[in-house]
């Protein structure tokens, strides 16, 4: 008489843990919720850097730079009590793009995109470059893009999502 042995292997957790990342992949949008506000961090840093994924931004023309020393000096509260201008003044002399198109930036949340839009003609010259005004050609300057360091963030919070699903987990905000 021989005995044969039996073994039971029960698989309805491996089945839940497949659903559930399932179902978290096809819905993405707690990951995207952690994303936005670091997405916008990187966005304002780019601003503040004066740079795109290609390098450093071209200047403004002399023709613009005079216009706004023009209207710094115009007003006293640019000014030391010494009679200096103040270093506050003399940076916005030197900046290209106001944060301004950032601020009003709008981020619109699906199951499987973020989409972050700046809204306004101002916005795509700027971001792409052409003609403006009476003709006059404004280079790009390219400010809406994803650093190496945003998008290994957002790597990383997709995997932190379906790892929570997998786990039965909610994700942390």
């Not at 850097?49 to 390098?55: F, V």
């Not at 989409?115 to 050609?137: C, E, K, N, S, Y």
Request: proline share 5%; glycine share 8%.
């Amino acid at each position: 008489m021989s005995v044969s042995p039996t073994v039971t292997v029960d698989l309805s957790e491996l089945d839940a843990a497949i659903k559930r990342a399932e179902k978290a992949g096809i819905d993405m949008r707690p990951a995207w919720r952690t994303l936005r506000s670091p997405f916008r961090k990187d966005q304002g840093a780019h601003m503040k850097a004066q740079q795109g994924p290609r390098g450093k931004w071209p200047g403004l023309a002399a023709a613009t730079r005079e216009k706004r020393m023009k209207q710094l000096t115009s007003n006293r509260k640019n000014f030391t009590r010494k009679g200096k201008l103040k270093k506050s003044a003399k940076r916005s002399v030197g900046r290209v793009l106001s944060r301004r198109l950032l601020s009003r930036a709008k981020v619109k949340i699906y199951r499987r995109a973020m989409l972050i839009r700046t809204p306004g003609a101002a916005a795509a010259v700027h971001q792409t470059g052409g003609p403006v005004g009476r003709g006059q050609q404004v280079p790009a300057r390219t400010f809406m893009w994803v650093s190496d360091e945003m998008a290994r963030k957002g790597a990383a919070a997709l995997a932190d999502h379906l790892r929570a699903a997998w786990h039965g987990r909610k994700l942390a905000a």
